[in-house]
């Protein structure tokens, strides 16, 4: 048997230097005093709302400024803000999240079972982030270690929290225009204001558009891999007496976008298709949060979500064309296959929890809250792939498939918090959920169902005002579930669930006058029976007749360091920069392959981004960022590995009056990097295995106008 054996590839000068400065940073103690302090964050994704200097997790804020400094259009431009936070890249935009190397790399199959969780709005939409646009979102909270205790089996690894803006007191207007290259438009507009002397509301609508980035030769089109997408929100808040408040939300996304990023020659923007795919999500989706105050003694909530998701991903698996394949150099082959899939993922849930005031402590003491939560989910997947590669198949053989599948969640949660006496304090949370689930297709009908608990303990020191050392132990957890290929072994089509211990030690530094916050924290995390999904062609020279296996290695091991600094030193200036460090390995797993003692997929031993802004009194400024990734595995079917990348980004603008006009650009120096790799045969006569990449986005530049009344 063969180990393979993953160290982390060697850092650059330039991770060398994030640390060093990053390090000082710490070392610091304080900033400079100068004055217009920084605005606190407040996270919302926990129980109870919180700075997020005083939250004793590893947790990253990206408020309204750094969303707009950082990004143009959607989350995945701010994955790299993030440490150890990654994606993959199936698909024209990013819905696959990876938290300290854990998480989904696909589905084409089988039941959704995501690992990092991703709410909008109090809205589940996990394994969908596409619907990800940022047009009027207000902060994005992202959650680093299981959530055992608030969100469950949905956050095995983390969670993205995205908050949008909320509604105002006073009549706002806003209208935000964009264009640059790929031929990308942008036009979206906001209103807010009061209804009455107790609600208020909020509408944002927003369609952008984009030839994308790459050209289809054959076709001689540049829109293929096209993004076309309308996003509308919609927000009320009624206050009533008595401290009760109702805040009704809707989100509608229309997210119609070409697929069309393979090519066999790994050409990074040209593609030779005949049959260009889509990426398509429709979601329209709603949440209704009440909150109420039984004087200092309790707070009551309630949040119900309904969520309506349809969804269309196509693509031209052979990636090329008759003319193309008919050629001597392939065998003159009769080659050409294309694969759709069609989802209707149906979603409703609800959570009521109660949340102790200062009279309501126990022993006058101890806070605590008791929730309950449910949630159902009912999806359909229908398939159709159609393909010929021989003369005895003339015309496209068509092969469907169907299946349907429900599930239950039902959970029970509760959280106590105690001071031990000078600066110290304990909270210990809690959850058990009881997960049923119903799964059928045309050939196998399956009822898992499984009992769950996750949890965890923090011991928290606040120093002052300005310090905060803690130390976290949580567990997490995930269903298991079953292999849908029929040449599975019968000992082998269930898998077990997953669990996930985690530790943490962190310490997070908020100075006096707000001008430096920074923050490290190092982490274990241990995965029992980690589910391994791998990937299997079936048949050689068939691009879609593939198998995705998961079984249970006996355990998976992720270690690493977390830091971030945000520090406004001088009046003008300011300096930031995060860093991500991790070690991924897998134990005992030979299942298909032998993957013992290999690296996880999608799992950088590196993350890092710094960068710097300028602003002047009179509303110019400046804004570079540079961001990095190691090398990481592309899947467990095979050991191909991406490159380490750099990228720099560069924003530059002047804010006035009620004006303001950016002019942006992104990779800029145009550096080529990886976002998902497959390893098969798929080029004719004699189907050798090769590295076929999906490129991530090369330079775009453009400009953003805005205008507030």
Known sequence: MNRIFHRPAAMTPTVVAVAVAMATFFAAGKAAAVDDPVVDEVVVSVFRTTGPESLPASITVLDADEIRRSSVQHFEELIARVPNLNYSGDGNRARYFQLRGIGELEQYQGAPNPSVGFIIDDIDLSGLGSAATLF???????????????????????????????????????????????????????????????????????????????????????????????????????????????DLTGLYADIDNGYDAWSVDNHKQATVSDKPGRDVQETAAGSLRVTGHFGEVATFVAITSLARTDSWFSFDADWGNDAFWNTPQYGFAIYDYFSATKRARDTDSQ???????????????????????????????DVIDTGRDDFWCILPCVTPFASAFDSRSRALFAELGMPLGGAWRIDVGARWERWEADYADGAVTFGPDDNLWGGHVNVSWQAADTTMLYARAARGYKAGGFNLDANAPPDRVPYRSETLWNAELGIKYLAADRRLRADLVTFWMERDDMQVKVPVQDTAGNPIAFSFLTANARRGRNLGVEAAVDWRFAEQWAVHGSLGLLDADIERFDYVRDLEGRGQAHAPAYTFMVGATWEHALGWFVR??????????????????????????????????????????????????????????????????????????????????????
Do not use: C
């Open 136 to 246: 009027d979102v207000d902060q994005i909270d992202v959650l680093r270690g299981p959530q055992g205790a608030r969100y469950g089996a949905s956050a095995l690894a983390g969670l993205i929290f995205v908050r949008s803006a909320e509604p105002e007191d006073a009549v706002a207007a806003g209208i935000e225009a964009t264009a640059g290259s790929d031929d990308t438009t942008a036009l979206g507009g906001m209103l807010t204001g009061p209804i009455s002397d107790t609600a208020a509301y909020r509408l944002a609508v927003q369609h952008y558009d984009s030839d994308g980035n790459r050209r289809n030769r054959y076709l001689g089109r540049d829109d293929t891999n096209g993004q076309d997408e309308t996003t509308a929100r919609g927000k009320l808040r009624w206050q009533l007496g008595d401290g009760w408040q109702f």
């Open 351 to 381: 959570e009521f929890r109660l949340v102790s005031g200062p009279d309501g402590r126990l022993f006058g003491r101890v806070d605590w809250l008791v929730g309950a939560y449910g949630l159902n989910l009912d999806e359909r997947i």
């Open 624 to 709: 570079a960022d540079i961001t990095g990734s190691d090398a990481f595995y592309f899947d467990y079917s095979h050991d191909q590995k991406s490159r380490a990348t750099e990228r720099a980004n560069l924003r530059f603008g002047r804010s006035w009056n009620a004006w303001s006009v950016e002019f942006w650009g992104q990779n800029i120096f145009d550096e080529t990097y990886s976002v998902r790799g497959f390893y098969f045969g798929n080029e004719p006569p004699a189907y050798p295995d090769r590295l076929y990449t999906q490129a991530g986005n090369p330079r775009r530049v453009g400009v953003t106008l805005k205008r507030f009344f």
